[in-house]
């Protein structure tokens, strides 16, 4: 059983407005898209990196990042689409024929662990699909069209879901076929897996597993990296 982490890097980062697509962004001097490759590449648990960047990027990535960096399990690297659905899509079909399971995880979140990693792994080498996610905590409220009314959403049993999430190969494969064939977008993986009817397992995720979303959520990257990293 081989298994290849796929890091969809094809994003535009709009809601970060930075010069460059956030994951190329220096988090204390290291590259966000470098800093989450490293974690993959450190995993015995992982054999390939598919990385998947947007299009024109990829001899940079390989220069900058990869070779950089000593990603040496990132041998391919492919350009991405519009959605992160498509970019997704481009990298299944750069999969190496052995890989039997593969773990989708964003370079928008660098703090991922080989713990993490490893026990969705694990659940999905048993399951067939597995993701990170977290319980909400929080109260929601939805708040009407014309902005007027608000409600209490019901918490209970929902999750907010993060990657990493793994799947077999010819299942996500599949279910990234059949939303392409129905014109079906989704926000996550797990949700085209949801759609054929095969149940997928919740592992807990990690508090600190953040995604770089917002300005200030790169502040808070950088405090992380400052407090892992003492004496810098
Ligand atoms: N992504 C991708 N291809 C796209 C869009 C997103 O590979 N067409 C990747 C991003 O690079 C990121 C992950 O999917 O690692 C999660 O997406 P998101 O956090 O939304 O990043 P962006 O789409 O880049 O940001 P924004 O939505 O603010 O433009
Ligand atoms: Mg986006």
Known sequence: MSVTALIPAAGRGTRIGGARPKQFLPLAGVPMLARTLAVFQSSD??????????????????????ARYGVSKATRIVAGGASRQASVAAGLRALGADASIVVIHDAARPFVTAGLIRRVLAAAESSGAAIAALPVVDTLKRRSPDGRGLATVEREGLWAAQTPQ???????VEACARAAADGFLGTDD?????????????????????????????RVAEDVVAVGEPGR
């Open 45 to 66: 648990d992982i054999d390939a990196i598919v990385v998947v960047v947007p299009a024109g990027e990829e001899t940079s990535c390989r220069d900058e990042i990869v």
């Open 190 to 218: 797990a949700s085209l897996v949801e759609r054929l009817g095969h149940p997928v397992t919740l592992v807990e995720g990690d508090p600190s597993n953040l995604k770089i979303t917002r300005a200030g959520d790169l």
């Open 166 to 172: 793994a799947f077999r190969r010819d299942l996500i």
